[in-house]
């Protein structure tokens, strides 16, 4: 129930001397003295409800069917009763008995199936949510159980000067404890069994189901004697009979909060009494648990527990589980993972929320543990899987195809296997998302090779271009050249990092999204607001591949002006810049193309809505820059690095720092020897590499 937690310093509340003093009389006083630490709880005092739903199945089952109220009914799953209403319980029909023994004990019993938990489980909701109503601090405990921290409420009520009620404890007093009505603790939970009182009632009268409840100063305690008075009544424990509570458990294992395992350990160094376990010195249990896992289960069996109640919210995790008396052969294996796999998507998908992790529990046959040898495996689930589970077969298959992955990896397949138990479960429950902008998203892995170009629906045809045309994912049915509405405005607004290539090969659906995303549509936007007027052939026109050669070549041989060949850019690249030329190639703009735009004077045109018209420092900017280097990356580096490399490679008049093909290797020196290279290992231009 709880997890450990390490252990406080006691001297907080009362000081050293005192603190001894209570040691010295509990070792004289014999093992029952130390409960007595539950009447000096630290901090304010709490009041803490625990509300267990009476034969909680077996009551969904009667408000399903009225008929059945006053017959003896049992829920069968398997092979068992798992629970029967009280009117079978008089009768002699039992918890997990057998349904050969239960109709043996009561011919009449009546039996109703209880393996879909579909209408239990929302009954289960329906009773948190109305408790959430009265108070916040709502802990789930399973379907039927809740812990209700009810000290705010108690506070209110005392605080009324009309509350006549305050010295009448509403139901049980666990052990006839006598009530002291000038005590402070006794008041308050005195209380809060009025307002325990009213939450049962109302839980009745709204839903129709009943339930026991313990009112009590911490959640162990009051679980432990809501049990006390059955059914449908409720219990108050004041502090003076903690001691008594605890000590009438007849084993370890019975204390909330100390499981199976914890169980055997203790069972091994003899502490198999509460009594036992309450006077084993700390050193022992740190020997064998360690000090936080010691000091707890040392304070829970003395009843001392201060965790709080935390709302439980909606459930972190979805599982679904089936157990049978054995399970042998793969191919049994894959048709019960297949069924509980189908359930648990359909409540997935109604619960709203994506899964990103699967775990595969397994179950196996031993004649000394039957129940409690459980293990499991979990694995990641894909990203394209996550956000789409559904019960499509592709989605089926590979879901499965991870849980048989799960399954060898516990099971040799190639030996005899005997399983009695199989779970399924979704965790790591996130809210699904939408936005391909995301990580979780394909669109964000895209990269983009060839840019978008032309306003009309063609693609531009430049020579040079490294565009090619796309599918027709936004074709009309009558396979018209343009699509219909504003498609053509949304290829151009995808961003600048997408491949076209493998854009083009997603299917339609996944394609569609991606356009459709908000990212894709407020980059629409842009691109309406910014577009240049007139454009014949788009931002491709710009970049002749032919020309920029003989340009480049006739520049650098002629080491002409700048007036001779103007610059591309007179600011550094932004990212946003699409550029269709080879990135083997330097970058000039054709001097005939400026036509297609204007610009104030002592601006450049602007090309597209990716360019402006902002002055760069060199009018020779772009005449610097290698042919080795490739312009798409080159266009993703922040400014000033741009600045900076553009600047260095201008110094250097165009001498490539990375060897292209090898090409010195071939040249020799006068004297024979090839000439050294200078290595640079921690230059960033050993990142640019030709493509």
Request: proline share 7%; hydrophobic share 30%.
């Amino acid at each position: 129930m709880d997890s450990p937690r390490e252990e406080e310093e006691e001297g907080e509340e009362e000081d050293e001397a005192e603190w001894l003093s209570r040691e010295e009389e509990r070792e004289e006083a014999g093992p029952r003295e130390p409960s007595a630490a539950c009447s000096r709880a630290p901090g304010p005092q709490r009041v803490i409800m625990h509300l267990d739903m009476d034969c909680f199945y077996a009551q969904v089952e009667m408000i399903r069917h009225p008929e059945l109220r006053e017959k003896p009914l049992g829920v069968q799953q398997k092979t068992f009763v798992i629970t029967c209403n009280y009117v079978a319980r008089d009768l002699g029909v039992k918890k997990c008995m057998t349904i050969r023994e239960a109709k043996e004990r009561c011919p009449q019993l009546v039996l109703v199936s209880g393996e879909d938990l579909t209408h239990y489980r929302e009954m289960s909701y329906k009773v948190t949510g109305l408790l959430d109503e009265f108070c916040h601090k709502v802990e789930r405990l399973g379907f039927d159980e809740n812990f209700i921290d009810i000290t705010d409420l108690v506070d209110k009520r005392l605080q009324d000067p009309q509350c006549d009620r305050a010295m009448k404890v509403s139901g049980h007093v666990y052990n006839h404890q006598a009530v002291d009505p000038g005590d402070r603790t006794h008041q308050r939970l005195i209380m809060g069994s009025h307002v325990a009182a009213d939450i049962r009632a109302a839980v009745h009268n709204r839903l129709g189901m009943t339930g026991c409840a313990g009112i009590a100063s911490n959640k162990l305690l009051a679980k432990l004697v809501s049990g006390t008075f059955k059914p449908n009544q409720q219990t108050v424990l004041f502090p003076e009979s903690c001691g008594h509570l605890t000590h009438s458990l007849d084993h370890v294992h019975k204390i909330p909060g100390i499981g199976y395992k914890t169980a055997q350990r203790l069972d091994t160094l003899g502490l198999s009494s509460v009594i036992s376990l309450q006077s084993c010195p700390v050193a022992v249990l740190e020997k064998e648990f360690g000090a936080p896992v010691a000091h707890r289960i040392q304070a829970l069996s003395r009843g001392e527990d201060d965790s709080p109640v935390t709302p439980s919210g909606p459930p972190q995790s979805l599982s679904e589980e089936d157990s049978f008396k054995k399970c042998c052969t793969v191919s049994d294996v894959r048709a019960k993972l297949e069924e509980l796999l189908r359930l648990l998507i359909n409540r997935l998908s109604a619960d709203g929320r994506s899964a990103h992790t699967l775990r595969l529990t397994i179950r196996q046959f031993t004649p000394t543990n039957k129940y409690f040898n459980r293990e499991s495996r979990q694995c990641p689930i894909p990203t394209n899987v996550a956000q789409n589970i559904s019960s499509d077969g592709a989605v089926v298959s590979a879901l499965m195809e991870l849980l048989m992955k799960l399954f060898e990896k516990m099971i040799d397949v190639r030996l005899t296997f005997h399983l009695t138990l199989l779970n399924v479960c979704f965790s790591n429950l996130k809210a699904a998302r939408s936005s391909t902008s995301s990580r979780c998203s394909i669109g964000f892995y895209l990269t983009q090779k060839k840019s978008l170009a032309g306003d009309d629906c063609g693609v531009s045809q430049t020579p040079g271009s490294c565009i090619k045309s796309t599918p027709a994912l936004f074709e009309k049915p009558d396979n018209s050249p343009c699509p219909a509405g504003n498609n053509d405005e949304s290829l151009m607004s995808l961003p600048d990092n997408i491949d076209m290539d493998v854009f083009s090969q997603l299917p339609e659906d996944i394609r569609k999204e991606i356009v459709q995303s908000p990212y894709t549509a407020k980059r629409s936007k842009t691109i309406q607001t910014n577009r240049p007027t007139t454009s014949t052939g788009g931002i491709q026109s710009f970049f002749n591949k032919a020309k920029m050669r003989q340009q480049l070549h006739s520049a650098t041989d002629e080491e002409s002006s700048p007036d001779t060949v103007p610059s591309p850019l007179r600011k550094p690249l932004r990212k946003d810049i699409g550029f269709g030329c080879c990135a083997s190639d330097s970058v000039i703009m054709d001097p005939s193309s400026t036509s297609h735009s204007t610009c104030p004077q002592g601006t450049e045109p602007n090309f597209g809505f990716a360019m402006d018209c902002t002055e760069f420092e060199d009018s020779n900017a772009m005449l610097s820059v290698p042919k080795t280097i490739d312009m798409n990356v080159f266009s993703q580096l922040p400014t000033e690095l741009q600045t900076e490399l553009m600047s260095e490679w201008k110094n250097q008049k165009l001498t490539p720092k990375i060897p292209v093909k090898k090409f010195q290797d071939k040249v020799k020196t006068s004297k024979g020897q090839r000439p050294s290279v200078i290595s640079h290992p921690n230059n960033l231009l050993k990142y640019f590499k030709p493509s």
